[in-house]
C-alpha cells in the first residue's frame, strides 16, 4: 500500500534539515529524503523512531495515499 | 551525512583502499615470481591464483560494512548488485552464444568481477542521484 507522510511539515516545524533529522535517527541523509518522497517507506524500527523523535504516533506522521 | 556515519565511512574507504593495494601487492608479487622462476605446475597454479585471497578478506569488508548501513542504503545496494549481475550474467550468456556461431575475440573470465563493481558502482550512483540534494 502506498504511503504519504508529513514529516517535511514536522521537519519545518522543528527547523530541521534532513540531515539534522538523519543524524537524531542515525541513518544517512539519503534515506530520510527517500522517506519524505515516498520513496521507501521505513521498517517498523525507524517509524517508531520517527514517531519518538516528533512525539506522535504512527498514524499520525504516516497515512496511506487515498 | 551525520558525524559518526561520516567516520564509519571514512574508516571504511581507508580499509578498502587497504585492501586493493594488498591485492595489488600480491598480484604484482605473484607475476614476478612465476615470470622470475622456473616453478612446478602446482606452485604457478598457486601463486597465480594467489590475488583472490585479499578479494575474499575485502568481500568480508564490504558484507561488514553493508551490514551496518540504513535499511535505505542496503536496499539501494541489493538492488544494484542485482542490476550488476544481471547485466553481466546478461552480457556472458550473449558472448557464450555469440561464440557458438562466430569467431569472437577471447575474454577473460577474470574480468568478471571488476566488470559487476563497475555496474554496481553505476547503479548505486543512478539510484542515489535522486536522493543528492535536499528538497
Not at chain 1, 542515525?26 to 534515506?31: E, L, T
Not at chain 1, 524500527?45 to 499520525?60: H, K, N, P, S, V
Not at chain 2, 600480491?26 to 612446478?40: C, G, H, I
Not at chain 2, 602446482?42 to 569488508?61: D, E, H, Q, W
Request: hydrophobic fraction near 50%; proline fraction near 4%.
Amino acid at each position: 500500500m502506498p504511503m504519504k507522510n508529513k514529516l517535511r511539515v514536522l521537519r519545518a516545524e522543528n527547523c530541521w534539515s534532513q540531515a539534522d533529522l538523519a543524524e537524531r535517527l542515525g541513518v544517512s541523509r539519503q534515506a530520510v529524503n527517500a522517506i519524505e518522497t515516498g520513496k521507501h517507506d521505513p521498517s517498523l524500527t525507524l517509524a517508531f523512531a520517527l514517531a519518538d523523535t516528533f512525539g506522535q504516533r504512527i498514524e499520525e506522521i504516516f497515512f496511506p495515499k487515498a | 551525512m551525520s558525524n559518526e556515519l561520516e567516520k564509519k565511512e571514512n574508516i571504511f574507504r581507508f580499509k578498502f583502499m587497504i585492501h586493493i593495494a594488498m591485492f595489488l601487492a600480491v598480484l604484482a608479487l605473484s607475476v614476478v615470481l612465476n615470470e622470475t622462476n622456473d616453478l612446478s605446475i602446482y606452485s604457478t597454479g598457486f601463486l597465480a591464483m594467489s590475488p583472490v585471497v585479499p578479494i575474499i578478506f575485502l568481500l568480508r569488508l564490504i558484507i561488514s560494512h553493508y551490514r551496518s548501513l540504513d535499511e535505505y542504503i542496503q536496499s539501494v545496494m541489493g538492488a544494484s548488485l542485482l542490476w550488476a549481475v544481471g547485466v553481466v550474467g546478461c552480457a556472458a550468456m550473449a558472448y557464450g552464444l555469440l561464440s557458438e556461431m562466430v569467431e569472437v575475440p577471447t575474454f577473460s573470465p577474470a574480468f568478471m568481477l571488476p566488470a559487476i563493481a563497475v555496474i554496481f558502482g553505476i547503479a548505486q550512483f543512478i539510484q542515489l542521484k535522486g536522493d543528492a540534494h535536499e528538497e
